[in-house]
């Protein structure tokens, strides 16, 4: 929840325009006299439920709280946000210098990083040095649209190739030193860090580039080099490939997690769009936090070798930590009810056909690797495979060493059926009565205390949904071009153009006025950081978490944002139509005949915009699947979901 929303679930809306207007009660609402136009019938309506206002006079204002004391006050959203914020008890704390410095200077850096993906991009396709790093991507079936998505590179074989390229730009050897580009030399100066290896650019789930991974082509050590930790790179709090899969991960309800950047390439190449890489040996708590607010169900899909058993296991040991556990209810045979806690995830492991990675899996049969993850066992399954291949399960030793790894496991599942049944299975792989072993098992040590969910509310990075109105916005602010295709399919319909009046919020009412301003005042679109001199600082963060989930989406081409504009716009149109005419109706409920005559007449006009807006939709749709079926059907070698 941000300041805003904060400060009017504080606020009573009815009390606080009470203190200007004159309220009655009427039914749920209340009823007044327009503060904003002369007139003698109460017009001017205040919407508890919804924490609205409108005006069905004159003036036909609406919106919320922040907008009624802007119109009242006559002042801007800061002002009102801040006399708001002290009517409530709300503490604003404005951001230090130091804070502010220091946002700058990590945008610097993501600047450096992004003129270097640049580069090296370029000279993946240009140089002819990298004719090598050609070969060997084309070689692992990667095609030059993976690569374009990805912004795969290359790194010249030069101890200077990138210093003689980003300085010449006004970065400093040190600012490239910090963002992990170059490296010190002991007797003074540097040199680059990648050299002569594939480079892939590492982004943050927003998308932005915080490192790179080099891939050596041919024999030498380290085989993949990373970025250093830097400000910007945190290789235990990153999954690669995460600001691409997080949308397919929310489609499908479910994260795959393998180990390599191909393995991710591979599998986006060929729609398989819920895959991300670890970046390390094994899954870290951060990293599992952050999944674990797309899905609760994850396939770990790693190495088949030993190697890769040993991160499966570090990482199912993080997990069972990590993760949420809920609070059920379970009948006993008395009757009664007991509360036992159990992992709120599905954890499930895919084993690999052996000696095959996961990209040379899929880029044989796509087919046979949803197989796989499909099949994806259950991990204690995959415990009693792992832990019990190297003992001798005929002796009394590889017996009890496999009750002493086992039994700890067993004795914390919450699931008392799935308990029984591996108790079970691992009475009959030892031969021990199972009312022993379970005595056994749970006098032994060992287990460890089960993590409750914490009871508090989501953050508003977590509620990455957006809303109606905040999915139209987001796309202006990301695609300005395509406001004229706002206007002008509103207009198709003969309504009025795309304008504040149809965002209910009144932050996004302020960012979209001060956008299209700043836009007509001749702004440039890329340059979003100039836009935010002129907004407050609630209002960046805001504008920030709006750019972040649109930009999280997958990829679409130009005709796409714009059929999804419009529609999108239409549908929004249509939304606050029917809601003006709801609450129009609700004006005529007491019979008063003023009342009647005054917005009888506008309720048919809303009814007769909403039946065109409708007919206009339903065309587009129309014409929409006609343009799909006259296209012939193919399958393309790249799907972007």
């Known amino acids: 929840m941000n300041i805003a929303e904060e400060i009017k679930e504080r606020l009573d809306i009815v009390e606080v325009i009470q203190s200007y207007v004159p309220l009655k009660k009427a039914g749920r609402n209340y009823k007044g006299l327009c503060p904003f136009h002369s007139e003698k019938?109460?017009?001017?309506?205040?919407?508890?439920?919804?924490?609205?206002?409108?005006?069905?006079?004159?003036?036909?204002?609406?919106g919320d709280v922040f907008t009624f004391i802007m119109k009242r006050e006559n002042v801007g959203f800061g002002e009102a946000l801040r006399m708001l914020a002290q009517r409530a008890g709300v503490e604003l704390k404005p951001p230090t210098p130091q804070a502010a410095e220091e946002a700058k200077r990590l945008d610097r850096l993501r600047e450096i990083n992004r003129a270097a993906a640049t580069y090296f991009h370029h000279l993946l396709f240009h140089s002819d040095e990298a004719a090598r790093a050609r070969a060997y991507l084309e070689k692992r079936g990667l095609t030059r649209e993976t690569l374009d998505r990805f912004q795969v590179g290359y790194a010249l074989n030069r101890w200077d190739g990138l210093l003689r390229y980003l300085i010449p730009k006004g970065y400093t050897q040190e600012e490239l030193l910090e963002v992990g580009l170059v490296v010190e030399r002991e007797g003074g100066g540097y040199y680059d860090r990648f050299r002569g290896r594939v480079i892939v650019p590492i982004r943050d789930g927003r998308g932005r580039i915080i490192g790179f991974g080099g891939r050596i082509l041919g024999e030498g050590q380290p085989k993949y080099l990373n970025s250093p930790q830097t400000?910007?790179?945190?290789?235990?709090?990153?999954?690669?490939?995460?600001?691409?899969?997080?949308?397919?991960?929310r489609t499908r309800g479910e994260a795959v997690i393998v180990e390599g950047y191909m393995d991710v390439l591979m599998a986006h190449q060929h729609g398989i769009n819920n895959v991300v890489a670890q970046m390390g040996t094994a899954l870290t708590e951060a990293q599992l936090n952050t999944l674990k607010r797309l899905t609760h169900r994850f396939v770990l899909a790693l190495d088949s070798d030993a190697a890769g058993n040993r991160a499966t296991l570090r990482g199912l040991d993080v997990a069972r930590q990590v993760l949420d556990r809920e609070v059920v209810p379970v009948p006993t045979p008395r009757g009664l009810i007991r509360?036992?806690?159990?992992?709120?995830?599905?954890?499930?492991?895919?084993?690999?056909?052996?000696?095959?990675?996961?990209?040379?899996?899929?880029?044989?049969?796509?087919?046979?690797?949803?197989?796989?993850?499909?099949?994806?066992?259950?991990?204690?399954?995959?415990?009693?495979?792992?832990?019990?291949?190297?003992l001798d399960l005929t002796t009394a030793k590889g017996k009890a060493e496999a009750v002493r790894r086992l039994g700890p496991l067993i004795a914390e599942m919450g699931d008392r059926v799935q308990r029984t049944h591996y108790l079970q299975q691992l009475a009959r792989m030892v031969q021990v009565d199972e009312r022993q072993l379970w005595q056994q098992i749970r006098r032994g040590p060992g287990r460890k205390p089960a993590r409750r969910r914490?009871?508090?509310?989501?953050?508003?990075?977590e509620q990455t949904p957006l809303t109606l109105e905040?999915?139209?916005?987001?796309?202006?602010?990301?695609?300005?071009?395509?406001?004229?295709?706002?206007?002008?399919?509103?207009?198709?319909a003969a309504d009025p153009p795309f304008e504040a009046g149809d965002?209910?919020?009144?932050?996004?009412?302020?960012?979209?006025?001060?956008?299209?301003?700043?836009?007509?005042?001749?702004?440039?679109?890329?340059?979003?950081?100039?836009?935010?001199d002129v907004l407050e600082e609630s209002l960046q963060k805001r504008v920030d978490r709006l750019v972040a989930a649109q930009e999280a989406q997958p990829p679409a081409t130009e005709s796409q944002l714009r059929d999804d504009l419009a529609d999108a716009v239409t549908r929004l149109r249509l939304q606050n139509l029917r809601r003006q005419v709801a609450e129009m109706k609700f004006l005529l409920e007491d019979g008063d005949r003023h009342a009647a005559a005054t917005y009888g007449p506008l309720i048919t006009q809303a009814t007769v915009r909403i039946r065109r807006l409708q007919q206009a939709m339903n065309a587009r749709s129309l014409s929409g699947r006609r343009r799909q079926e006259d296209v012939p059907l193919r399958v393309p070698p790249t799907v972007a979901e």
Do not use: N
Request: glycine content about 8%; aromatic content about 10%.
């Open 470 to 492: 905040e999915h139209c916005l987001a796309l202006l602010l990301c695609h300005p071009e395509l406001l004229p295709v706002a206007d002008e399919t509103l207009r198709a």
């Open 231 to 249: 400000p910007l790179f945190d290789k235990s709090r990153v999954l690669f490939g995460l600001d691409q899969a997080k949308a397919g991960i």
């Open 41 to 62: 019938t109460p017009s001017f309506v205040v919407f508890p439920e919804t924490g609205t206002w409108h005006c069905f006079g004159a003036c036909g204002e609406g």
């Open 454 to 461: 914490a009871a508090s509310a989501p953050t508003e990075r």
């Open 339 to 390: 509360f036992e806690e159990r992992l709120d995830a599905d954890i499930r492991i895919a084993t690999l056909p052996e000696g095959m990675d996961p990209d040379e899996v899929i880029r044989e049969d796509p087919a046979r690797w949803e197989a796989l993850i499909a099949q994806a066992k259950p991990v204690m399954d995959y415990y009693f495979d792992v832990l019990t291949s190297d």
């Open 503 to 532: 965002l209910t919020r009144t932050q996004d009412r302020v960012i979209f006025e001060a956008w299209r301003a700043w836009l007509d005042g001749g702004g440039v679109p890329q340059a979003r950081g100039a836009f935010y």
